[in-house]
């Protein structure tokens, strides 16, 4: 027991100790292996869903929007397919992916510049390539924020919007980067009296309101955006304190507690009953405070460290520790509280709440993308060039007013089974995010709770997760019963079963995809697979529940040899999910694990 205790807590310290460390950049997706020829394409993780990976042609790196428009144009004469990359990828699902094996990759790497800051109107345009970390400084030094924004500095403008990345509020306009977009100007396919290349500038309140309204969450199928103009509000400071209760009355609180709050969320670890309430709000800016933000996660790391944490968690899955596990979820939570989820009220130091300064140096974080050198010692713990944590995401909203029910069944889970998501706590448990609804066609259709899940995947797409069964239950049950919206650039292929026909405005999204690019060249077998224009988002074979590909209906989509068998849910019954079976288990290791299960019940 001493001993995982002792690496636990030595891990948390090496993390701690790392905050000043520089990291190694993130690697680019792209790869060729000739001068921008003969391609593979990936996201940050190095692997998609299926493990697949993507071949391209050729790529593109175009620095002005002049050289963007001669290469679609190019591409559009040579009816090449063509997708957009970004300089890091951070989406999981295959968005980036070409059709077929010769398409084109068009970067947006360089086109990376500010272009103007409006400070009287408070509008900034951009290129699309550029950064939240460089959006966030810029405005900051012309006195601007951005109100709301997802927690990680490393997205683009054009991955926010491909996907419609947000932060969390319920207030105003609401809390995706998509809710402040203005203008914007897209580079489609044109007819050959166009030159093959069409710039368009889609405005808000213009006469092309519906093209905007598709543009501003568009999967990246209906052109390149090159600029994009959003609606900043002065510089302002916020007031954040984190407060830990049970959660007992968690199904009566998160409806309203996402009024009460203009930065609300909440993290939740169902397996201990606790749940962690972010109170969070805008103060004048005569309140003292210097404060920042550098979330544990999302530090650079000693790449030794991710290794040891790799190690300890694929050790706990292969031996069936689950107290192993529960005793990690309940330390590395408790540490994330004790550390504030790494706020400092001055310096690197959290010395109490509340935690006040100003919104650009709160709002997000990501030091793990900062380097100096070109060292291998630090990176982000998802690094995949080294041993580095590995994990699925499920991430859907549903509607406010279904959320006590979702949470209640949750909680129902944990009284049948009270180890089993232990798991999530390893990494931040459910982190609970608001988001309103919204005009984009492909936004949420009305004010939501977005609910984020992070946890273990075995690097053997064989291999089946201790305690699988209860995650798969409650991706099914946000998909299915609560009738949840996937992120678009998070999920395991099943999150987005016959996900377009949960768009009222789905058909008018389409619509806009066919005038913009009639041929489809920006679209990909997974975008018309989500879309439903052809093909399905589920593969059947054996072993595919393991990884989200398909929800079981026979035992062969599990790991029948490792006793896993397809079996109904245990709170939602419609559930088909892949179960450990203790009296069919031929495998002795299992069945040793199962008589202590047993001993415990
Ligand atoms: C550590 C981490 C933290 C995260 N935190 C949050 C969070 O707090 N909130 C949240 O909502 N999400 C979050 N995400 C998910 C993230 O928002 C999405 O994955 C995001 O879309 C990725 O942005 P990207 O710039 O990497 O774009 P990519 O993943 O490279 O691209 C996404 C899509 O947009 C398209 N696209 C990109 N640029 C353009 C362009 N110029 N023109 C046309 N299409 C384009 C691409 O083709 C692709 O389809 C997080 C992800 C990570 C890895
Ligand atoms: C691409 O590169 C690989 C590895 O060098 C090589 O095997 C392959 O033949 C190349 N393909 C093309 C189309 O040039």
Known sequence: MLLPRTILILK?????????????????????????????????????PDR????????????????LVSIVARGTQEKRRMRVATRYSHSIPKLVC???????????????????????????????????????????????????????????????????????????????????VIRMRVVTPGSPE???????????????????????????VLGVISQVTLKLQPLFKRSITFETKDDADLSDQVATFGRQHEFADITWYPSQNRVVYRLDDRVSSDVS??????????????????????????????????????????????VLIKSAYGLANEGIFFTGYPVVGYQNKLQASGHCLESHSNAEITVCPWDSRVKSLFFHQTTLSIAISKAKYFIQDIQKLVKIAPQSLCGIDLYEGILMRYVTGSDAYLGKEEDSLDLDITYYRSKDPKSARLHMD???????????????????????NVAFEGVIKKYRKGSEFLKVKEKFDPLGLFSSEWTDQILG????????????????????????????DQGYFCRPGKVY?????????????????HKDFLYSLKDEL
């Open 573 to 589: 019954e419609d559930a088909r999910v892949c179960t450990l079976v203790p009296d069919k288990v031929t495998n002795t290791h």
């Open 289 to 334: 405070g210097n404060g920042h933000w550098e979330h544990p996660g999302f530090r650079a790391v000693p790449s030794l460290v991710v290794h040891l944490l790799r190690s300890t968690e694929e050790d706990q899955e292969e031996k069936d520790d689950v107290d192993g596990k529960c005793i990690g979820g309940k330390l590395t939570s408790s």
């Open 12 to 48: 948390w310290a090496f993390i701690f100790i790392s905050t000043v460390a520089n990291g190694s950049p993130p690697e680019e997706p792209v790869r060729c292996f000739s001068n921008l020829k003969n391609c593979t394409v990936t996201n940050a993780y190095g692997a998609f």
């Open 52 to 67: 697949s990976i993507c071949h391209a042609a050729e790529v593109a790196y175009p620095s002005s929007e002049e050289a």
């Open 194 to 220: 166009d030159g093959y290349a069409k710039v368009r500038t889609l405005e808000e309140n213009g006469e092309l309101d519906s093209d905007l309204n598709a543009a501003k969450v568009s999967l990246g």
């Open 470 to 492: 209860v995650l798969e239950e409650i991706e099914q049950m946000l998909v299915f019963k609560y009738g949840g919206l996937p992120h678009w650039g998070k999920n395991r």
């Open 533 to 560: 224009l052809k093909g399905a988002v589920t593969i059947v074979k054996d072993g595919c529940a393991l990884e989200g590909l398909c929800i079981c209906s026979e035992d062969v989509h599990c790991a029948p």
């Open 98 to 180: 070409p059709y077929g094996d010769d398409g084109l990759i068009i970067s947006t790497q360089n086109l990376n510049r500010v272009i103007k800051i409006d400070k009287e109107n408070m509008f900034v345009t951009v290129e699309s390539g550029v950064t939240l970390s460089q959006l966030i400084d810029e405005a900051a030094e012309s006195g601007l924020a951005l109100p709301y924004s997802p927690y990680w500095l490393g997205l683009t403008v054009g991955g926010m919007l491909g996907t419609g990345a947000h932060g969390s509020t319920l207030w105003k306009e609401g809390s995706a980067i998509h809710d402040y």
